[in-house]
């Protein structure tokens, strides 16, 4: 709701306070508290004002814990692959690390592949390691190597808001012609469609909306597909 | 700029007395130096250029390769006497990294290297005399110690110089022709006639160009054909060589060791 | 082989790419950049072979630069879609050299910083950034672009020495047709203090006094590079775009200027092409470089006229 700059004084204040990203909280020497703002952004909190945090843009991707990637298999190191999902240090991804594979039934990935995982551990003295299944059900649940289709670079904010139901830009697409995409928190977006024009006009919606190539609204967008070859 | 020396006089002869098409002549010696895998020593007319060829070979560091192909690594070194005036050139001199990157683009597409994972190839040109020319003989050179090193390749590639004086297209251009006029180089793969190389410096008109291009693509099936007989030639007598040792010693069971004394060396 | 050498050439000063002549040996290289994903080079393959690119241009259609000039003459920022490069001109007066007393000297500088993309390197440089300097050498100096004995001003004595420099921000695809562009405008844009010889005195009159002049150019090279790819179903396409270059299996760059004079053709290995097609795309060349000739003529004109000159 209100516009913050770093070192600003954000008023939180509740009994189970959660600090989201981009806010930290500093001790003075007289022994108080204060919650300070690390980003520039638009500061937000949840209904009962207990979660607080900073919404801003970024293209950077820093590795959170439970988050979904798309990352580029880079190498294989023994049992493991190297994969890179755009973020500081390359993760590591087990080769058994998939749904019902065992030793001697393991999936076959090349240098060069598409992965949709999910960041199982990411600390920040550590290499981040993924998975390609979900957490609670140990199925596959959509992870795994994801083939054909292109992938489209965005920034993060994009991202955040393509994963937001409420968002227009995915359901006014699919209504025209059907799609796939898969969308990473890594500042990348999976897409397949059948026919190769109908992937060429999501990426560029998606690089059309993104905040950080112009931002186009609903009107502006209805427009701009109008001029494509659909 | 006036030239005191005539480029192409109204007989038709050039200033080092060849004709307007002729090339200068070629001397081609794939005979081995040290040891090096592959090596050739080429000349045109003044211009001599030597190249040594060594590999494929575990990379020296890891991350450099390619897990899919093998790197080729180019070198190139001008003597300081190669020139009419003795200058010491800096080893990473701008128009000699060009040169080197150029001479790998042209042969990234030519060698197999997806044969060879994860290794390199490298290449070291050394440039002896300059007297012009000097692209198509690193060029011609490299061809010929590439696959006097059994590297595999899906073609030759010929390379040759044309320039315009006027309208009268000339080939295979010296030094003094270089100065005055413009010119351009051309590598042509001789079996599909496909061009691999174009490079082009100085102002030339379009209609010119097409001429000289068209011409230069011709003198590289021409230079194709002696850059095959000095393979061919070297390639009988090395089978040759390989026949006498393994026919019988005369004297018996004991003597296995032969010394084969080879003339490698060919001249035109 | 140099045709000639000035005092100045830009392979000779240290430090005009970052090199260090000092420390000879190879510095350690950063870590090849990840080549794109499978499903993204076939997706680029398939699409291209249909015709279709990826930011919806056509195969021979070219971004349309957009020139920015700065408050001073001589400075000009060139986009063409996300790749940018700003050049700059600016003159001094200096001693020519003995073996070119008549000549005046131009310097180019070009800074391919770490800045324009993490691929290049700021230690050696690296093949490519090696191309784009040499390039720019021969598309800007080489090809007599400026008219260098209009800038003697007294014989043996006074010399303009022009110094372009060329900085490289970003890089989306086809940074050298950019830097090539922003380099040939800025010395159109430029315009050198009125100088006065009486005797053997100069004087150099300041832009207040009077109107600064145009330096005389014997013509305006254009640099097109088209990148082919290694099926040869697919035509080539003309300024590629950051993914198409790295797919590309070759590239092919033409400088020309818009009286059909080839300055520089530079094909440096990739995939072999038949005669013909070298010649068809030559071809396609005059005519580009012919649009964006009248396209940069109609630029400078607009800012010229939206500046005022003082004089008194």
């Not at chain 1, 139901?165 to 799609?179: A, E, T």
Request: hydrophobic share 40%; net charge neutral.
């Amino acid at each position: 709701m209100s516009l913050v700059l770093p070192g600003e004084h954000v008023p939180a204040q509740h009994v189970n306070l959660k600090l989201g990203p981009g806010l930290l909280q500093q001790s003075s020497p007289g022994g108080e508290s204060s919650i300070i703002a690390t980003r520039a952004g638009e500061l937000n909190h949840s209904a009962n004002r207990a979660r607080w945090w900073v919404e801003s843009n970024a293209r950077r991707y820093v590795p959170a814990p439970q988050e979904s990637v798309i990352g580029v298999v880079i190498a294989r190191s023994g049992e493991n692959w190297r994969v890179d999902i755009g973020a500081a240090h390359m993760a590591n991804l087990d080769g058994l690390a998939f749904e019902g594979a065992t030793k001697r039934n393991r999936p076959n990935l090349k240098v060069g592949s598409l992965l949709y995982a999910r960041v199982s551990l990411a600390h920040k003295d550590m290499e981040p390691e993924l998975e390609c299944f979900d957490a609670q059900t140990r199925k596959a649940e959509g992870f795994g190597e994801v083939k054909g289709g292109f992938v489209v670079h965005c920034s993060l904010k994009m991202c955040r808001q393509l994963l937001d139901p409420k968002h227009f830009l995915l359901p006014m697409l699919g209504s025209r012609f059907p799609f796939d995409a898969a969308t990473g928190l890594n500042g990348r977006v999976w897409v397949n469609a059948k026919e190769a024009k109908h992937i060429i006009a999501v990426s560029r919606c998606i690089e059309a909306v993104d905040p950080d190539g112009g931002g186009m609204s609903e009107a502006e967008m209805k427009k701009f597909l109008g001029t494509l070859d659909i | 700029m006036s030239s005191r020396v005539e480029i192409l006089n109204d007989g038709g002869y050039r200033s080092d007395g060849r004709r307007q098409y002729e090339l200068r002549d070629i001397d081609i010696d794939l005979s081995q130096q040290g040891t090096a895998d592959g090596c050739c020593t080429i000349t045109h007319g003044l211009t001599q250029v030597l190249v040594t060829v060594f590999g494929p070979k575990e990379a020296k560091m890891r991350s450099q390769t390619l897990h899919d192909r093998a790197v080729i690594n180019v070198e190139m070194n001008v003597l300081p006497f190669s020139t009419g005036e003795r200058r010491r050139r800096a080893r990473a001199d701008r128009r000699i990294l060009e040169l080197a990157a150029t001479i790998k683009s042209t042969f990234e597409p030519v060698v197999q290297t997806t044969l060879y994972p994860r290794s390199q190839i490298d290449i070291f040109v050394q440039v002896l005399q300059q007297d012009g020319g000097l692209l198509h003989a690193c060029i011609n050179a490299t061809t010929l110690a590439l696959i006097s090193a059994g590297i595999p390749m899906t073609d030759f590639v010929c390379a040759v110089s044309g320039g315009v004086h006027s309208t009268s297209p000339l080939l295979d251009l010296t030094t003094l022709e270089e100065n005055d006029l413009p010119h351009m180089t051309v590598a042509v793969m001789p079996r599909t006639g496909k061009v691999t190389l174009v490079a082009l410096e100085t102002r030339l008109h379009v209609d010119r160009f097409a001429d000289i291009f068209r011409l230069a693509g011709d003198a590289g099936q021409a230079l194709h054909k002696e850059m095959k007989r000095a393979v061919k030639s070297r390639a009988t007598r090395l089978v040759g060589a390989m026949e006498t040792g393994m026919k019988p010693p005369m004297g018996g069971a004991d003597a296995f060791e032969r010394d084969v004394v080879m003339e490698d060396k060919m001249s035109f | 082989m140099h045709k000639r050498a000035p005092a100045f050439c830009s392979a000779a000063r240290p430090g005009a790419s970052g090199f260090c002549t000092r420390c000879l040996f190879r510095r350690a290289r950063m870590p090849r950049p990840a080549s794109p994903s499978i499903p993204e080079k076939e997706f680029l393959y398939s699409s291209l072979k249909q015709s279709l690119r990826l930011d919806g241009r056509n195969l021979l259609e070219m971004r349309a630069p957009t020139l920015t000039f700065g408050p001073e003459l001589g400075w000009v920022e060139c986009a063409l879609g996300k790749t940018r490069v700003i050049a700059q001109v600016d003159a001094k007066m200096v001693k020519p050299p003995p073996e070119r007393p008549l000549e005046g000297i131009i310097s180019i500088h070009s800074e391919l910083s770490p800045m324009a993309s993490s691929e290049y390197d700021s230690g050696r440089p690296s093949d490519e950034e090696v191309t784009i300097t040499r390039m720019l050498d021969k598309v800007l100096r080489r090809s007599d672009v400026v008219d260098k004995e209009s800038l003697c001003v007294l014989a043996g004595q006074r010399v303009w020495h022009l110094r372009l420099t060329i900085h490289c921000l970003a890089d989306a695809g086809n940074m050298l047709d950019c830097a090539c562009l922003a380099g040939v405008v800025a010395l159109r844009h430029f315009r050198r203090p009125e100088v006065e010889v009486v005797g053997d005195e100069v004087t150099i009159h300041h832009p207040s006094e009077r109107a600064p002049v145009p330096l005389s150019m014997h013509h305006t090279p254009y640099c097109l590079t088209f990148a082919y790819f290694p099926e040869t179903s697919i035509l080539p396409v003309l300024d590629p775009s950051h993914l198409e270059e790295t797919l590309s299996a070759g590239l092919l760059s033409i400088a020309l200027n818009a009286q059909r004079e080839l300055c520089v053709v530079q094909k440096a290995g990739g995939v072999p092409l038949a005669p013909d097609e070298i010649l068809r795309i030559v071809g396609i060349a005059v005519d580009k470089a012919k649009e964006l000739d009248k396209t940069v003529e109609e630029r400078l004109k607009e800012d010229w006229a939206g500046r005022t000159v003082e004089v008194r």
